[in-house]
């Protein structure tokens, strides 16, 4: 069993950064592709960023390709979300999620946090 814990969200003005944390137990971490997911108010949730089990391999949405960077370090069991140039459009509750094989749809992941809220004002 893996748990993911999410942390770092809060309130920012725009154009200003954030890193979310995602804190895994067990210790298949490294085994796993790790993802971030958003979702917005009255929005579908949507993944933003993924990363492969080999730090090798990384993955980003296009809507935040070049302001956003996905990391992990297997020695923390930690998987990173750094936010650049954040838009009030990136509000929403980000969440990550583990996978024994791949990342693709948030139902596909294996396991999943709870959530951190990020607020960026205009």
């Known amino acids: 069993q893996v748990q993911l814990v999410e942390s770092g969200g809060g309130l920012v003005q725009a154009g200003g950064s954030l890193r979310l944390s995602c804190a895994a137990s067990?210790?298949?971490?490294?085994?796993?592709?790790m993802g971030w997911f958003r979702q917005a108010p009255g929005k579908e949730r949507e993944l933003v960023a993924a990363i492969s089990w080999s730090p090798g391999t990384t993955y980003s949405a296009a809507s935040v390709k070049g302001r956003f960077t996905i990391s992990r370090d297997n020695a923390k069991n930690t998987v990173y979300l750094q936010m650049n140039s954040l838009k009030p459009e990136d509000t929403a509750v980000y969440y990550c999620a583990g996978s024994r094989s791949v990342v693709t749809s948030w139902d596909g992941m294996d396991y999943w946090g709870k959530g951190t809220l990020v607020t960026v004002s205009s």
């Open positions: 067990g210790r298949t971490f490294s085994s796993y592709a």
